[in-house]
């Protein structure tokens, strides 16, 4: 599986953004999909997962309420619509993909994408 991320930019606080996740493979439709991010000198930590529907999303603390995760298995790609952004969301974005189970740990992921910036000045 060949992930690409896009859709990162810098925008101010309080704005919005998009970020795409395109795969190849046929078996898309059957992968778990989740968003990681990692911020300058800090450890990767998750962000939001979904599972193969669509039906099923967990979001992570901090993006609760202001992060949407969904998924389009007919075009193979997952959107993270990101609302209401803050100065600390700034970080590169990763998709990942992986066979089984909602998880928040990135070491279960098995395929990973390249990444795409996110800066949101104050």
């Known amino acids: 599986v060949q992930l690409q991320a896009s859709g990162g930019g810098l925008v101010q606080a309080g704005d919005s953004l998009r970020l795409s996740c395109a795969a190849s493979?046929?078996?898309?439709?059957?992968?778990?999909m989740g968003w990681f991010r990692q911020a300058p000198g800090r450890e990767r930590e998750f962000v939001a997962v979904i599972n193969w529907s669509g039906v099923s999303t967990y979001y992570a603390d901090s993006v609760k309420g202001r992060f949407t995760l969904s998924r389009d298995n007919a075009k193979n790609t997952v959107y993270l619509q990101m609302n209401s952004l803050k100065p600390e969301d700034t970080a590169v974005y990763y998709c990942?993909?992986?066979?089984?189970?909602?998880?928040?740990?990135?070491?279960?992921?098995?395929?990973w994408g390249q990444g795409t910036l996110v800066t949101v000045s104050s």
């Open positions: 493979g046929r078996t898309f439709g059957g992968y778990v």
């Open positions: 990942a993909a992986k066979r089984y189970g909602l998880e928040r740990s990135s070491s279960t992921y098995e395929w």
